[in-house]
């Protein structure tokens, strides 16, 4: 059985961010307040004999196997009830992947000197200080901020770059966003000068306007 389940793990760290997307299309994350009350399928056995006697982590490990069975349809499984801080490790974990996969992708086959991901993520690129960022003056707010801002909070961000670089021959430049947001949440940031702030920007539709 422990065998079954290094090899379920190992599946599911390989489709993590099949998962991650699938997360994020169904907006299974951000549902907290009824996260309690929500039944997701598992093997008890399968997790109680591994080797970690971490009980978080565990029930981590119960919602990533549970989502890859829930993904592959896999039969005769129970149910249990997991935890909002279960969801926010996995959700956590998910980033972490992602930020791997990333520097894996990107930095060694250009035989680029490695960075150090997540040292730099939480050094100067962590929600909280994103957060102050945004609301400082004073600070400057670049596209990775927004990026991790936006996934952090599952919100999309739609940037529109004002400074003069970005402006066409006519002097014009389009602030007008999409309509056809698949988000739950949308916000908007204007940028007017090329090394200036981020602003919010707070649309509203002509037809609501004018009503």
């Known amino acids: ?40 399928n598992t093997n008890d056995e399968a997790i109680n004999k591994t080797l970690s006697n971490n009980v978080f982590e565990k029930e981590i490990l119960t919602y990533l196997y549970a989502l890859w069975k829930l993904q592959h349809d896999v039969c005769g499984i129970e149910e249990i009830k997991i935890t909002p801080e279960a969801i926010e490790g996995a959700k956590f974990l998910m980033v972490l992947k992602s930020i791997n996969v990333f520097q894996y992708m990107f930095e060694y086959p250009r035989n680029i000197k490695c960075r150090d991901f997540y040292n730099h993520l939480f050094a100067k690129r962590n929600p909280k200080q994103i957060m102050l960022k945004l609301n400082d003056i004073n600070e400057k707010v670049d596209q990775y901020d927004l990026a991790l801002f936006s996934d952090t909070v599952n919100i999309k961000l739609q940037l529109f770059d004002l400074s003069l670089k970005h402006i066409n021959n006519h002097n014009i430049c389009s602030i007008y966003p999409s309509t056809d947001c698949k988000y739950g949440n949308e916000i908007f940031m204007v940028k007017l000068k090329e090394n200036g702030s981020v602003f919010p920007l707070y649309h509203l539709p002509d037809d609501i306007f004018f009503k």
């Open 1 to 40: 059985m422990e065998k079954i389940f290094s090899f379920i793990k190992s599946l599911v760290t390989i489709n993590i961010l099949e998962q991650f997307d699938y997360l994020r299309r169904w907006n299974l994350l951000s549902k907290r307040k009824i996260v309690q009350e929500t039944l997701i």
